[in-house]
């Protein structure tokens, strides 16, 4: 069983910065797949970044240029930094990860399944 915390989250105006960070109770260097969820308020969880076992990274359009996800290996730690926030980046997110493939599909697939999950952390951003 893996736990995963996050923390970081706050409140933010428009333009700002913040860095999410995910600590996870197990050596992350192997992992498959480490990825960021949100979830904006009245709507379904998206996943916004993955990183893989190898390092290569996924990101969805939305954010493309603005985020950066990265892990320290060492720190068993999982980050997500977000840039030039926007009103729309509102939600809460969480860290989530899948210790081994599944069906073949790799870490950029945003099919995916995730297996563990943290209990998220509010990000807010004001215009």
């Known amino acids: 069983q893996v736990q995963l915390d996050e923390s970081g989250g706050g409140s933010v105006e428009a333009g700002g910065s913040l860095r999410l960070s995910c600590s996870s109770s197990?050596?992350?260097?192997?992992?498959?797949?480490m990825g960021w969820f949100r979830q904006p308020p009245g709507k379904g969880r998206e996943r916004v970044a993955a990183?893989?076992?190898?390092?290569?990274?996924t990101y969805i359009d939305p954010v493309k240029g603005r985020f950066s996800i990265s892990k320290d290996t060492a720190k068993n730690t999982l980050y997500l930094e977000m840039n030039s926030l926007k009103p729309e980046d509102t939600g809460v997110y969480f860290c989530?990860?899948?210790?081994?493939?599944?069906?073949?599909?790799?870490?950029?697939?945003?099919?995916?399944?995730?297996?563990?999950w943290g209990q998220g952390t509010q990000v807010t951003v004001a215009s």
């Open positions: 989530a990860a899948r210790v081994s493939t599944v069906g073949g599909r790799a870490c950029q697939d945003p099919r995916l399944p995730f297996t563990f």
């Open positions: 197990e050596p992350i260097a192997t992992t498959y797949c």
């Open positions: 990183v893989g076992r190898d390092g290569s990274t």
